[in-house]
């Protein structure tokens, strides 16, 4: 599949990996692609997010992202969900923070070597790789575009979807800047 991304989609790829990389996790996660998305310049995908004003937004993308982490990768919705069973997840965090450190359940793994070799890719990551490649073919594109991992991202369910949607960059705001629906068309 990887043979079909273009020159863009395979930067945000590699560009995963680095965000990973500098994180100290072991696995690419759909986050490291989000990253990886908005510290990119060039391609249709940061033309899109650009379009959208994510730019001006970046910095709280970065904060919501660390938030979430904080939570152990728990979205709001999942985290309002458990409210509503009497769970309260800033408790909980707060709690485990107080004994084990800021970021306890982040599962950061910075302390712990690398054994080495390729990062591995999340089956959330490898989700959002493998939609992009049926956004591209119901779209008729001959390539995998950065375009449409941006689109993937926004299908997929999780903290990265809600994120984006906050920040209003969903599936449909996305797709109308690709088409020039009212807004800029994207080259």
């Known amino acids: 599949m990887f043979e079909r991304f273009t020159k863009d989609a395979r930067a945000v790829v590699t560009g995963a990996v680095d965000a990973c990389e500098r994180s100290g996790a072991r696995t690419v996660e759909v986050e490291h692609l989000l990253l990886a998305m908005i510290e990119r310049s ?56 107080e004994v084990h450190g800021v970021g306890a359940m982040a599962g950061d793994r910075q302390d712990k070597g690398w054994w080495g070799g390729r990062r591995t890719f999340s089956r959330g990551a490898k989700d959002v790789l493998e939609q992009s490649l049926r956004i591209a073919v119901a779209r008729r594109a001959r390539n995998i575009g950065d375009e449409h991992i941006l689109l993937a991202l926004t299908t997929q369910k999780g903290v990265v979807a809600e994120l984006l949607a906050d920040h209003g960059v969903t599936f449909e705001s996305v797709s109308r800047v690709l088409g020039g629906g009212g807004e800029a068309k994207a080259g």
């Open 42 to 97: 060039g391609g249709k995908g940061t033309f899109v997010l650009t379009a959208l004003g994510l730019d001006d937004r970046r910095d709280s993308l970065h904060d919501a992202l660390a938030e979430a982490r904080r939570r152990a990768g728990l979205s709001k919705a999942e985290t309002d969900a458990l409210a509503g069973l009497g769970i309260d997840v800033t408790e909980i965090v707060s709690r485990v923070e």
